[in-house]
């Protein structure tokens, strides 16, 4: 069965740092293109990384260079690394896996991330 599990999350002050991992298993293999959404409460669900076999990665426009999503193939992990975290990244982070021409979209059950001081 697949699973993602992220990990990770907590409270952090503003400018701090937090690494979350997404450990995937069953039928996701992290070679393929992985990303990282964000949601608030009653928002919509926003892209935060995404990163493309190939290596390629897009970002939302508020990481503005903060954040880093990165994999082990080995391992088959995800990693979202965040830097200068400020108040407006509170939100529940949740690890996808994109929907492709074999596999069916996969969601972690997602983490909170608390920015404040």
């Known amino acids: 069965q697949a699973r993602l599990v992220e990990s990770g999350g907590g409270w952090v002050q503003p400018g701090g740092s937090l690494r979350l991992s997404c450990a995937a298993s069953?039928?996701?293999?992290?070679?393929?293109?992985m990303a990282w959404f964000r949601q608030v409460l009653g928002k919509q669900r926003e892209l935060v990384a995404r990163l493309t076999p190939g290596g390629n990665t897009n970002y939302g426009d508020f990481v503005k260079g903060r954040f880093t999503i990165s994999r082990d193939t080995a391992r088959n992990m995800v990693y979202l690394q965040m830097n200068n975290l400020k108040a407006d990244d509170t939100a529940v982070y949740y690890c996808?896996?994109?929907?492709?021409?074999?596999?069916?979209?996969?969601w972690g059950q997602g983490i909170q991330v608390t920015v404040s001081s």
């Open positions: 069953g039928n996701v293999f992290v070679m393929n293109t």
């Open positions: 996808n896996a994109p929907s492709s021409i074999v596999s069916p979209e996969y």
